[in-house]
């Protein structure tokens, strides 16, 4: 079926549903298909820091479709979700005509849930890669176009996590946007000074998210 009835489909058919039956609905096809995008975690169950962490809950996939729907894709654009977790939302990334959605994750049991997941699901390596790193060192940035944020870590991993991107510009220039889903350190961004904030909004729960724009610096 061509995706973009499969979207209106999606579209209709959860509106007759609650966020419950949804969640339900979701987990029950999970375990049909044998895949793990949606559990949450802990940190204490992660083992992970607290002061340059937060825990693994999945992005709400109608919200990030809402986020995703506002922009223009190009089948050349890549995508990069920092903290992508099990791949909850690159799994919805993949509904979009991104060239590839690709992930880094600091836990070395997240990355390899999402590895099992995406093999499970018969996606091919090329179209959706997992990184197993932290987001501050983890510097192979000059292919991507887009930068996804589901609130991965506090301040003080954000702002070098920024300071990547604007190396990464300087090192290859071109226009980049960011996703920013439960923007909990957007005072980062808007800091910089740089980053034009295109969208905002706010999921049920009361989440604010950012779309923002860079433009590729000036020679
Ligand atoms: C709220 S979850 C988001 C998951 C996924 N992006 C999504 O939207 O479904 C945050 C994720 O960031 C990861 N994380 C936390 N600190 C990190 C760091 N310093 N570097 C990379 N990943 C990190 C956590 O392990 C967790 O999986």
Request: net charge positive; with cysteine.
């Amino acid at each position: 079926m061509p995706k973009p009835l499969r979207g209106v489909i999606r579209k209709q058919f959860t509106r007759f549903l609650s966020a419950t039956h949804m969640a339900r609905l979701e987990t029950w096809g999970e375990r049909l298909l044998g895949v793990d995008f949606t559990q949450p975690m802990s940190i204490d169950a992660l083992g992970l820091d607290a002061a340059r962490s937060e825990k693994y809950t999945p992005s709400d996939a109608q919200h990030l479709r809402e986020l995703l729907d506002r922009l223009t894709i190009r089948p050349t654009d890549r995508i990069l979700d920092f903290g992508c977790g099990k791949g909850r939302a690159l799994r919805t990334m993949g509904e979009y005509p991104f060239a590839s959605t690709d992930g880094v994750e600091l836990s070395p049991v997240l990355a390899a849930t999402a590895r099992q997941n995406f093999a499970r699901l018969r996606v091919p390596t090329r179209k959706v890669e997992i990184h197993q790193s932290d987001a501050a060192v983890f510097t192979a940035l000059d292919t991507y176009t887009h930068f996804y944020l589901y609130n991965p870590f506090p301040d003080v991993v954000m702002r070098v996590v920024i300071a990547n991107i604007r190396a990464s510009l300087t090192r290859r220039p071109r226009d980049i946007t960011v996703i920013y889903y439960n923007a909990l350190c957007i005072d980062a961004f808007l800091a910089d000074g740089d980053f034009t904030v295109v969208y905002q909004s706010a999921d049920a729960e009361g989440n604010r998210s950012f779309i923002m724009t860079l433009a590729a610096p000036k020679s």
